[in-house]
């Protein structure tokens, strides 16, 4: 039928003789459906999932979903829906570590959340997130019908499925991301028969998830397109697939989950632990091969490579980074000689570059993207240019940034490189190439990646689309009494004296008269494949060989290869206009882990609550998240006496960080546990 029975005295009658005759005939797909929605932990009363006549008319309306092609694209839809709805740059912690910092994050950076605060609201915080598990049903309904629909060819069939397949894959890890080992859903229904508790299922261990996951996108990977037309660039292509399965291999490979002996206690329903207590180190090994299988396809199809921009004919020495003796004058990737390392880096986020034209984009969720990354935008676009004025950036953060010559802060404080004290007193100088005038030294002589993400005091907002000139070119300032600095006793400003510029493009304006650029959100990025190649590569003992499988199944040799390496770590060094590691780095283990933490602490700032989960699966949060969040002193007012108080370094008394053990995996809601009888509370909650 096209559409569901609808309810009548007379259709009444029929609904109880077509149940009668078709109950047995349906019965085992109907307990799948059922389970699904269990699984699913959906939001209506337990009573709703054994009320048979419920789901046989829902069984009536599926019929007619798969029977034309307009409604199968709808249903698929729907599916990428749950994912766009609930994606990382939505996620109630995105600027809650130590990184970013938004008001509206106080709970998650103060600890103060727990497993019933929500108190059945389904849209609060982690529990909003549980609703990944309506992307896994959708999912896994439309892999079972698809197949009914005559409008479709068997390619369009089997690329629906590879998306759907995708998407369930995705949903799936954006759980176990969150609240470690949950339910798995199994691919089979079971007994009719079974009571509700015993349809209720318990968590999953942890490599299970994450070897359904691998197998899932493996497979999927040979299904997919490599590439999609403009329309579609929202929909996963093979290397979609694939960097998902490298991120997914990467966190399961870090010591969170790979022999964490912390993790002792979390267990199912009956004892068994759920998190593997002995470390394997061939799961770095898998995590490696998994990011080369990536990087190989980059190099036979062309695909993917990090994106550039020559420099501007006409552009002064000043604004290029140092002359170095080996990298100023070869082209990339060896060098910066026939690139602009700051445009090049900040081309990605800020809407400068089409997605469908950026060779560095691997995955997008385009729909919902624009708008999401438009909201950072507006987080921390000032007040004087109609902004919210309130998401920050930390002083540690800041801090991070190298010099333009590659050397940190304090390698440079030792030679008076870096200093703390003092201002630009003329314009993009010579001596200051990339600040205003009235700027601390502080900022001065960065890293291009620096100019390109951080908006710091005295940070000139071009606003170029505003329809009135005052608007336009502000220089915007965060003392006190400023219009976007603290008022009284109002703190509606950043927080740090520094906010968030790496979505910000020149043009935008949310003034009368004014426009905002469209941008593509950067789900999966080259770059991010190869810090994944990188670091899993990094932490192999020398010597050790492993044989593995590529996705296509043909044998792939993995080791600590130092050149294998700096193939992944130079690309991205010499884009950002910093010299490569020294030969001593990538010989020293424990060298490398540290400057690849800073590496991706840098280069993936405010992407996919990266440095949340970062901190977490390798177990550091305890020691950087407890670290007191600091900033400028936001007190101080613009008088010349004072001035030079406002920049050091300064706690931020209204936030009290705390982590503890607990908080390395997520609570499940209180009002789930009661509804899946079978579901076990994380240790600590």
């Keep these: 039928r096209s559409t569901p029975i609808k309810s009548s005295a007379a259709s009444d009658v029929y609904k109880r003789q077509a149940f009668n005759l078709l109950k047995k005939q349906i019965m085992k797909k109907l307990v799948y459906y059922i389970l699904l929605s269990i699984s699913a932990l959906s939001f209506s009363a337990c009573t709703d999932y054994i009320n048979v006549d419920k789901y046989f008319y829902d069984q009536v309306s599926l019929d007619s979903a798969f029977s034309k092609r307009i409604y199968v694209d709808g249903w698929l839809s729907s599916a990428y829906s749950v994912m766009n709805k609930l994606g990382e740059y939505k996620e109630p912690f995105r600027w809650a570590s130590d990184d970013l910092y938004h008001p509206d994050m106080k709970e998650y950076v103060e600890g103060s959340y727990s497993a019933d605060k ?331 990646r620096f100019y390109a993400s951080i908006a710091y005091n005295g940070s000139v907002w071009e606003a170029a689309s505003a329809s009135e000139p005052r608007y336009r070119n502000q220089q915007i300032f965060y003392y006190r009494g400023t219009e976007d600095g603290k008022q009284g006793f109002k703190e509606e400003c950043p927080l740090t004296g520094m906010t968030l510029k790496k979505f910000y493009n020149s043009e935008d304006s949310r003034t009368d008269g004014g426009y905002v650029i469209e941008k593509t959100e950067m789900t999966i990025r080259y770059a991010e494949i190869l810090l994944i190649y990188a670091e899993a590569l990094n932490e192999l003992s020398e010597g050790e060989v492993y044989h593995l499988k590529t996705y296509s199944n043909e044998d792939v040799e993995i080791k600590r290869d130092e050149d294998e390496m700096r193939y992944a770590i130079k690309r991205i060094r010499m884009r950002a206009g910093v010299p490569d590691y020294t030969n001593e780095t990538y010989k020293n283990q424990a060298d490398f882990r540290v400057k690849l933490k800073r590496e991706r602490q840098v280069e993936l700032l405010g992407e996919n609550s990266m440095r949340y989960f970062d901190l977490r699966r390798w177990k550091d949060a305890l020691t950087e998240e407890n670290q007191l969040l600091q900033g400028c002193n936001i007190n101080i007012s613009d008088d010349d006496t004072y001035i030079a108080d406002f920049y050091k370094e300064t706690p931020v008394s209204s936030v009290h960080k705390v982590f503890e053990q607990r908080m390395y995996l997520f609570p499940f809601p209180t009002y789930e546990l009661k509804r899946n009888v079978n579901l076990t509370q994380n240790p600590g909650w």
Aim: aromatic share 10%; charged share 25%; hydrophobic share 35%.
């Design 118 to 448: 929500a108190k059945g609201d389904e849209n609060a915080g982690e529990s909003r997130l549980w609703k990944y598990y309506e992307g896994i049903r959708k999912a896994s309904t439309f892999l079972d019908n698809v197949d009914r629909c005559p409008e479709l060819t068997m390619d369009e069939i089997a690329d629906m499925k590879g998306q759907a397949r995708f998407l369930r894959a995705y949903c799936y890890w954006a759980l176990i991301r969150v609240f470690g080992p949950v339910p798995l859903i199994p691919l089979e229904g079971l007994d009719a028969d079974l009571s509700y508790e015993e349809l209720s299922l318990p968590r999953a261990h942890f490599d299970e998830i994450v070897s359904f996951i691998d197998t899932e996108l493996a497979e999927t990977a040979r299904l997919l397109p490599m590439r999609r037309t403009v329309n579609n660039l929202g929909r996963p292509t093979r290397g979609a697939a694939l960097g998902l399965r490298a991120r997914v291999l990467l966190y399961a490979a870090s010591p969170l989950y790979n022999g964490n002996l912390d993790f002792f206690n979390v267990v199912d329903n009956k004892g068994n632990q759920l998190i593997s207590q002995t470390y394997d180190e061939s799961k770095w090994a898998k995590a490696a091969a998994a990011a080369k299988d990536v990087i190989e396809l980059a190099k036979t199809s062309g695909l993917y490579e990090l994106y550039t921009i020559a420099p501007k004919i006409g552009t002064l020495d000043m604004y290029r980074p140092p002359v170095h003796p080996e990298y100023s004058t070869k082209d990339y990737p060896d060098g910066w000689a026939n690139i602009d390392p700051l445009l090049s880096y900040k081309s990605n986020f800020d809407g400068s570059v089409q997605g469908s034209k950026n060779p560095e984009l691997i995955f997008t969720r385009t729909s919902d993207g624009t708008g999401t990354i438009n909201d950072w935008m507006y987080q921390a676009l000032p007040r004087t240019i109609s902004g919210n004025n309130r998401l920050c950036v930390t002083q540690k953060q800041v801090n991070a940034y190298a010099m333009n010559d590659g050397r940190t802060i304090s390698e440079a404080a030792n030679t008076g490189d870096y200093v703390t004290t003092g201002f630009t007193t003329e314009a993009y100088s010579e001596n200051n190439p990339f600040l205003p005038a009235k700027v601390s030294l502080m900022y001065n002589k960065r890293e291009p």
